[in-house]
């Protein structure tokens, strides 16, 4: 039975190794970033034609480069992750309504990410 106990301490630090850090406050003030950039790009795309995408890129780079100054590759990874989830609708959106300009935009923001 301690063999047990040691293996499922090494699976855990070995897991707890790449998951993001969910237990500081500093995460999750950076996810809530992402959201207010998210936000503010949703009043965008529905309200003003024209606005420049490339600021939407900016607003989101900041977070991922804080999140992975500060945390390393693992909040890098979830922020990036959180990104992505929040963008890919408004790529799908651009490459189904034939804005070509406004998707390969996004693209970039997203591959730039």
Known sequence: ??????LA???RAAVAEYLPPVRDRRFWITQALVMAVFATHA?????VS????????????FPV?????????RGS?????LVVVLTVPYVVDDAL???RVDMVGHALELAIL
């Open 43 to 47: 009043v965008l795309h529905a309200e």
């Open 50 to 61: 024209g606005y420049p995408n490339a600021f939407v890129g900016i607003a989101y780079a």
């Open 97 to 99: 309504s034939g804005a």
């Open 65 to 73: 480069v804080y999140a992975s100054l500060e945390f390393g590759w």
């Open 9 to 11: 301490r090494g699976v």
């Open 77 to 81: 990874v979830a922020t990036t992750l």
């Open 1 to 6: 039975m301690n063999a047990a106990r040691q």
